[in-house]
């Protein structure tokens, strides 16, 4: 059974109806315990009054949404990209978020050499570990599903993550989100590849059929088709303690909805169906 | 250089404009030399009709699409599934088909259990290569992109497919379509991996950016992201000398046009772009 007292919010399953206070007063109006924010929300919302309204209403930060984007054509793009990455990085620290999480890049406009981008990923995490690290902020990469390698993150797999906190070392691991890696048949193996240490976060959402939208159609879990239970007792048999962080975009759904629906709805399908 | 004499049309390019027998002719007034019809507008023709027109038009046939479509929920329905499958041999046989092309299907509806989907996709196979080796008609596993695992086929990767050629032997292999596989990193170790004797077809078509729809939004070889001459060179390498399959499906754009119009486009892209 799932833990319900380990829910955690990510801002963008209700993006289009709160602010961050508002995200941050509904969980503790529905006594959710941990929030992610996204950085846009974050920004808007200022930082230390966003980590001031987080302490004060006793909620953990599981992860912040987000570092990466890496490749670029220029050297100058890569920097500036780098420069921000350095950023997310206080903010994380800020929030005392319990990692941040790195959509790493697609390719660049223009560019085939799909090789060349996750060269240029593992380049880019490499600078900011070294940062990062001096900081204690655990890096979480996320591996997104292939259909996004083109344009938003060319490490799609659990396999190519683990290979990446093999090469770069100490202080990165991976997020694990269902939506992006419950078709892999490598899923089970991967996440006791990864062990306890790497595994930094656990979002779960689910996968319709048919899916309408390659973005914005995610279902609230026990819609769809993802056995997350099944994917839930692989992470715990490693020894993850983390929250189950909700994140669904779906804009033609839940973002439609009264927010306080959705959460009442998130605290009773993580009990039947995570 | 891709060899413009190795073009073949996959009827569903032109699926919305043309019948089979258009497409027969259609291949001829462009100095098309393979053709991969699908079996809906092979049985509207009618079988020894179709099969006369090719040979009578000098085309080779490099697939018919498509046997698959294992998994189910009882055994009625996987026999019905598998009955169909022995059909689709047959046809294959009269058309002379290089190989019969499969998508193996995705999970039943209602079911969340990939890995029992995948446990049937091999027991089906294993039954059909009965049949299909007796007759000498190689079956060609298509891994789809991630995106269709719920719904068309819990076969993801190369890996995958190498996997299952491994287990059940001769009279198996793979068909490569860069529009599924283009994103993997593991696509050059197990196109190298399969070999001569199992790499049967090569589809090609382009990943746009953005895409949007998950199954009708292919694109012409050259407008998208993918590296198809580098994709093509590995097969190449490892011996394959089959045609190019052009395998576009297009609802609002390539099955808008006129299909003389895709045709020209097809040859002048092969030339150009693949």
Redesign the interface.
């Known amino acids: 059974m799932a833990d319900v007292s380990k829910i955690s919010l990510n801002t963008a399953t209700v993006k289009a109806q709160w602010s961050l206070r508002e995200c941050i007063e509904g969980c503790a109006r529905h006594g959710i315990r941990g929030i992610a924010p996204w950085r846009d929300v974050l920004h808007a919302m200022g930082i230390d009054e966003a980590a001031r309204a987080i302490k004060d209403n006793g909620l953990r930060v599981t992860g912040l949404c987000r570092g990466g984007m890496f490749p670029a054509t220029t050297a100058a793009v890569r920097k500036k990209a780098l420069d921000d990455n350095y950023r997310a990085v206080d903010e994380a620290l800020a929030l005392g978020a319990e990692c941040l999480i790195l959509v790493v890049g697609g ?1 660049p406009e223009g ?4 090789a060349g981008a ?1 060269s240029q990923v593992r380049d880019g995490i490499g600078q900011l570990l070294d940062y990062s690290r001096k900081h204690a902020m655990p890096l979480a990469i996320e591996p997104l ?3 996004y ?3 938003r993150a ?1 490490v ?2 659990m396999s ?1 993550a683990n290979d990446l906190c093999d090469e770069l070392g100490p202080g990165l691991g991976i997020a694990v989100d269902v939506y992006h890696v ?4 490598a899923l089970e193996r991967e996440i006791r590849r990864a062990g306890r240490d790497r595994l930094l976060a656990f979002h779960v959402c689910d ?1 319709l ?3 309408r939208d ?1 973005l914005l159609d995610r279902g609230m879990m026990g819609d ?4 997350i239970p099944l994917i839930r007792t692989w992470m715990e048999r490693e020894g993850y303690q983390g929250c189950y962080e909700v994140e669904i975009f779906s804009s033609e759904d839940w973002w439609k909805r009264d927010p306080d629906e959705v959460l009442n709805i998130v605290n009773a399908r993580v009990a039947s169906a995570v």
């Open positions: 390719m560019s085939k050499d799909i996750r599903h292939p259909m390698a083109a344009d060319c799609n797999t190519h419950w078709w892999d048949p996968w059929v048919p899916t390659l769809g088709i993802i056995d």
